[in-house]
């Protein structure tokens, strides 16, 4: 692939991040009047705030990139993706229905936990 025709792909598919991101806050907007009316599970809710803060982070983290911080985006995303594990660890270890729930992946999600103790061990 040519440089030209490499940046004219790139060119192609900023326009099209663009119009995805102008047409989602749109529909986040429609969707702010229906969620005031309060009617819909507190666990849907609280799902769909964590995925909006993600992308909320992730889209300021991008654009501090883009304005020329010096750190890359790879280790912002990094840091990010480590605040969120904490975050949920924390959370997970504090809900009562963990402590007696016979939740699927369990041990999975253990064995990753060992994974990442691990890793965690050989950086220090």
């Known amino acids: ?3 030209v ?3 004219e792909a790139n060119q192609a598919f900023g326009k099209q991040i663009t119009a995805q991101v102008s047409k989602i806050t749109g529909e986040l907007r429609r969707l702010e009047t ?3 009316a309060g ?3 507190r666990r849907v ?3 769909f705030r964590y995925v909006i803060d993600r992308v909320r982070t992730t889209g300021w983290q991008v654009q501090t990139w883009l ?3 010096e750190q890359s985006l790879s280790q912002l995303l990094t840091q990010e993706r480590v605040r969120v594990v904490t975050t949920l660890a924390n959370q997970l270890a504090s809900d009562p229905e963990m402590q007696h ?3 699927s992946g369990l041990t999975s999600l253990h064995q990753a936990i060992q994974k990442l ?3 965690l061990q050989v950086r220090q």
């Open 1 to 3: 692939m040519t440089d």
């Open 39 to 41: 009617m819909v599970d």
């Open 117 to 119: 103790d691990k890793a």
């Open 101 to 103: 729930s016979s939740c």
């Open 67 to 69: 304005e020329g911080d």
């Open 34 to 36: 229906l969620l005031s």
């Open 45 to 47: 809710l609280a799902e």
């Open 5 to 7: 025709a490499l940046q």
